[in-house]
């Protein structure tokens, strides 16, 4: 029982790390791609290296931002308890 559990689990983790490589060779080319189109844009006089630069890392910094929000919004939050106030029986 306990092999069988081991061998599934070695099978799923190869699995992963096959999807984790594809993605990777995919992000790679991706990245080939876009800086590949840069260049050419920049070369004909389209696009402004400089402001394109600027403006990718404004963007970051605004995904950053909203996914540290989304994290922080998941967590919850301590609050103070509120204090109870002395009762009298009588």
């Known amino acids: 029982m306990l092999e ?5 689990l ?8 096959k999807l984790l490589l594809r993605h990777s060779e995919t ?3 991706n990245h080939a791609l ?4 840069i260049e050419i ?4 006089g ?4 400089a402001r394109l630069e600027t ?6 910094t605004k995904l950053k931002e ?7 919004a998941r967590q919850p939050k301590k609050g103070r308890k509120a204090k109870r106030k002395a009762t009298t029986n009588g």
């Open 66 to 72: 909203a996914a540290r929000e989304r994290e922080n």
């Open 10 to 17: 070695a099978e799923r983790l190869e699995q992963s790390l």
């Open 27 to 29: 992000a790679y080319s």
């Open 41 to 44: 844009l920049s070369e004909c």
């Open 46 to 49: 389209v696009v402004d290296n």
């Open 4 to 8: 069988n559990t081991l061998a599934r």
């Open 55 to 60: 403006m990718w890392r404004a963007e970051c």
């Open 34 to 37: 876009v800086k590949s189109l």
